[in-house]
């Protein structure tokens, strides 16, 4: 046998071999019998209770938005009455089947205090408030409307004046629902006005009138006349018999005069320099109504900005917002004041808010945002900016922030979205 053919039976015999080794461990091992596998019964170990791990996940656990509060069978309405003095009529109903401990509260504008109330008000002012407010305790029975009534008195009685009115919890700490009203002075009666004659019936309109048809006439006729000329011309009997008749002298020819390039240059220039000059004066205004400080934003890229006072609905882009009442915690350090706040979508789509974007201005023109934790606190527990508000919905709800001074803030800046130029209420 060759020496090669030798070889090559060896190394197939090893590699046969190698293979026969590496499949042994795959190899099913005889099942040992079922007597000596099977453990012996043991004692049921107690459950764990289960404990917090040592160290915290490296991402928080989502937590959902509890869900939104039923909401309270009690409505307030306030219409203002037509009357010399600013006259309010309060309606609270309760819809529920159930009597209701409520507390009604009507703010009123600085300088004005009440000179009537219904049985059961009484005139107050909160301690550190220059506003007064009439609060009734009222039980309302069950599918019952309450009306109360206030009249008013102010050192300009000429003027507008707004009040609004809510209903809260017994306690005074959450509120069923808000409503605004706003007392005009009748208005006196008008003179009696002589009607206008018609510009086509006074005597000067129908002069001019017809001048210029006479003057269109006299024109037509003449503009007629020169044309007519030549063809009369051509016609005569002593007439060359050409309409146009060619000169007997050739005219001499005439050369288009084009602007001196001095003229030019420096007209080009000065429209170049006006072009420029507007854009940047342009650019220059709109930069400057833009402005950055911690002071409410006079400039935005949607909507215009509002002001207003307590009671009075303010609108933006997407949301109408109505401050209904602001009371702050007596004391110096930190403490908290809460605004009653009323939020109208306006829009057939939902729409997000943010707690950050709620802004009070203290005294110093520093601002404070939206106390987020103490706000859920003051909603029962329920994130209020968690789940947008649904197209056309409305809602009453307070608003905490946490300020640092005796004085509380001077203005309230509310808005629906980072680019909305918002309302700002004045707190008096």
């Given at each position: 046998m060759p020496a090669s053919t030798r070889h090559h039976r060896a190394l197939a015999v090893f590699v046969h071999c190698l293979g026969i080794l590496a499949a042994a461990p795959a190899l099913p091992t005889a099942a040992p019998p079922a007597a000596a596998t099977q453990p012996p019964p043991a004692?049921?170990?107690p459950t764990p209770a289960p404990a917090m791990p040592s160290v915290p996940p490296a991402v928080p656990t989502p937590t959902r938005a509890a869900p939104p509060l039923a909401k309270p069978p009690v409505t307030v309405a306030v219409a203002p009455e037509s009357t010399p003095a600013p006259r309010y009529r309060i309606q609270v109903r309760n819809t529920g089947n159930t009597p209701v401990d409520t507390t009604v509260r009507q703010e009123l504008p600085p300088g004005a205090s009440a000179t009537a109330i219904t049985t059961g008000g009484r005139a107050t002012r909160a301690t550190g408030q220059s506003a007064t407010a009439v609060t009734w305790q009222l039980k309302l029975p069950a599918r019952s409307t309450t009306t109360l009534g206030t009249t008013l008195t102010t050192a300009a009685p000429d003027r507008p004046l707004t009040a609004p009115a809510c209903a809260f919890a017994r306690d005074d700490s959450r509120p069923y629902d808000c409503a605004t009203a706003t007392w005009n002075a009748a208005a006196p009666a008008a003179a009696k006005e002589t009607p206008e004659t018609p510009p086509w019936r006074r005597t000067p309109v129908l002069l001019a009138g017809l001048a210029t048809v006479a003057v269109l006439a006299l024109g037509g006729a003449?503009?007629?006349r020169r044309r007519r000329r030549p063809v009369a011309a051509a016609l005569s009997p002593g007439g060359r018999g050409t309409v146009y008749p060619r000169p007997a002298t050739p005219r001499p020819a005439q050369t288009r005069r084009t602007p001196s390039v001095w003229l030019i240059v420096p007209v080009a220039a000065a429209v170049l320099a006006g072009t420029v000059g507007t854009a940047a004066w342009t650019a220059t205004r709109e930069v400057a109504a833009i402005d950055t400080d911690s002071q409410p934003t006079s400039g935005a890229w949607i909507g215009?900005?509002?002001?207003?006072?307590?009671g009075e609905p303010l609108r933006e882009s997407a949301f109408e917002f109505t401050v209904f009442r602001i009371a702050c915690e007596p004391g110096r350090g930190a403490r908290q004041c809460q605004a009653t706040v009323g939020v109208r979508n306006l829009t057939p789509e939902k729409q997000s808010w943010h707690g950050r974007l709620q802004r009070a201005y203290l005294p110093d023109g520093n601002f404070v945002s939206t106390d987020e934790q103490a706000t859920r606190a003051a909603n029962q527990?329920?994130?209020?900016?968690?789940q947008p508000m649904a197209g056309g919905?409305?809602?009453?709800?307070?608003?905490?922030?946490?300020?640092?001074?005796?004085a509380p803030p001077q203005q309230l800046e509310l808005r629906s979205g980072v680019f909305s130029a918002g309302v700002r209420v004045d707190v008096p």
């Open positions: 004692a049921a170990a003449w503009a007629w215009r900005g509002t002001n207003g006072a307590i527990g329920r994130d209020v900016f968690a919905s409305r809602m009453v709800l307070p608003l905490v922030f946490t300020v640092d001074g005796q």
